[in-house]
Structures are given as C-alpha cells and as structure tokens.
C-alpha cells in the first residue's frame, strides 16, 4: 500500500503529464491548404456538332494562351471543325514553320463528299491551298471556297503534333483549338476570322489543343 507521500508524488506526475499533453511543446504543422487544380494550357473552346459547319465563338473572360517560343499568342476565337482532310503539307523553312510545321486543307459539307472531290485537283504549296476542275465546277465555286480552307495548324504539345504528322488525304477528323494572333518582337502574323474569304490572309491560324481522327 503506497504511503501519503508516494501517492501525492503519484498525483503530481499524473497532473504534469496531462499539462503537456495538454500543451505539446512541438508545434504541429498546420493543415495543408487544398489542392487547387491549374487551369489547362489549351482549355478546349465549345465543340462543333458533327456534319455542320465550323464553329467559331467568342473568347471567354480570362482566356490566356501560353507563349510559343518567344512569341506570345493572343487567342481571337474559339474554333471547332468537323472535316475531311484534303490534303496536308509540312513545311521546315520559314518563320512561320518555327510555330506551324504543317497546313490542312480541309473541306466540310459537300466539300467533303468523295463524289464532289473526285471531280477537283486539290494540292498545297507555299502556305496556299489551290483547286482546279475540268469543264464546269462540280459544285459552285463559291460553294467550294466557303465550304473548305487551307489552316495552319499550331500545336499545343507534343501528342497533337504527333497525331498532325500521321494525317493523311481522306481522313475524317474533328479539331478543336482557338484562332489566333501570334507576336514575336514585331513580326506577326494573324488569323481569319471569315470562312468566305480567299487570297492573302484567308486561312486560319490554329493553336490546336486536339486533332481527334472519327
């Protein structure tokens, strides 16, 4: 049996332990604030519904391209196009091919018929999309140049560029990306922003977040 003095002794340490349970000289570490997610690099802009003709939409509020290089890109639209490839051409010489390697002409609506198509001569050259026919047009020419384009492709990473290289004539496929300016200390060059244009300054620039082959 503890004597008097053994159990105030007992009662003392009791008392001391629950003070520094109480008040841990260790500081915990404070909760870890939550994780918020960044923003992706090429946030997909509204996508077009399959068969109809490109979608072009308004640049929402906080749209922030990244730089390419030392250009900085300045996103006009939104823009989304369902589309059988023409024809595609890579270019390795030029400023323009430091942020587009290669063009597609594409055509939508009965610019992507093979009945239509088969009737035309379709090639690229020098960062322009040229078609000819034989007689009277398959369908009218202003037909053809509102239903079909020669763009500029930039890509937004190394999966898109991949997918880009492997395109081929004849393909069916879905791009999905913004049109845009691109500055690169007082050179610039610019997107359309029409599909009924033609001539100097008709195609589309696109930095391309996806290239989805259907």
Same mark, same amino acid.
């Given at each position: 049996?503890?004597?008097?003095?053994?159990?105030?002794?007992?009662?003392?340490?009791?008392?001391?332990?629950?003070?520094?349970?109480?008040?841990?000289?260790?500081?915990?570490?404070?909760?870890?604030?939550?994780?918020?997610?960044?923003?992706?690099?090429?946030?997909?802009?509204?996508?077009?519904?399959?068969?109809?003709?490109?979608?072009?939409?308004?640049?929402?509020?906080?749209?922030?391209?990244?730089?390419?290089?030392?250009?900085?890109?300045?996103?006009?639209?939104?823009?989304?196009?369902?589309?059988?490839?023409?024809?595609?051409?890579?270019?390795?010489?030029?400023?323009?091919?430091?942020?587009?390697?290669?063009?597609?002409?594409?055509?939508?609506?009965?610019?992507?018929?093979? /009945?239509? =198509?088969? @009737? $035309?001569?379709?090639? %690229?050259?020098? #960062?322009?999309?040229?078609?000819?026919? &034989?007689?009277?047009?398959?369908?009218?020419?202003?037909?053809?140049?509102?239903?079909?384009?020669?763009?500029?492709?930039?890509?937004?990473?190394?999966?898109?560029? /991949?997918? =880009?290289? @492997? $395109?081929?004539?004849? %393909?069916?496929? #879905?791009?999905?990306?913004?049109?845009? &300016?691109?500055?690169?200390?007082?050179?610039?060059?610019?997107?359309?922003?029409?599909?009924?244009?033609?001539?100097?300054?008709?195609?589309?620039?696109?930095?391309?977040?996806?290239?989805?082959? $259907?």
């Amino acid at each position: 049996m503890p004597t008097r003095s053994g159990l105030i002794l007992a009662i003392a340490v009791c008392l001391a332990l629950a003070w520094w349970l109480a008040h841990p000289r260790v500081r915990l570490p404070a909760p870890a604030p939550a994780t918020v997610a960044a923003p992706p690099a090429c946030p997909l802009p509204p996508q077009v519904h399959p068969g109809d003709p490109p979608l072009q939409s308004p640049v929402p509020p906080g749209i922030a391209l990244p730089d390419v290089g030392p250009a900085n890109l300045t996103a006009l639209a939104g823009f989304s196009v369902d589309a059988r490839v023409l024809g595609r051409e890579d270019y390795r010489f030029g400023r323009e091919a430091a942020y587009s390697p290669s063009d597609l002409a594409l055509g939508w609506g009965r610019m992507a018929d093979p /009945a239509i =198509l088969k @009737h $035309l001569s379709i090639h %690229q050259s020098s #960062r322009w999309y040229h078609y000819r026919w &034989r007689g009277h047009p398959p369908i009218p020419p202003t037909e053809i140049a509102r239903s079909s384009a020669n763009m500029h492709i930039v890509p937004a990473d190394e999966r898109v560029a /991949a997918t =880009l290289h @492997h $395109l081929h004539a004849g %393909q069916h496929v #879905r791009i999905d990306g913004w049109l845009v &300016r691109i500055d690169d200390h007082g050179w610039h060059w610019t997107s359309s922003l029409r599909r009924d244009d033609t001539g100097s300054g008709a195609c589309e620039l696109v930095y391309t977040c996806a290239i989805t082959p $259907l």
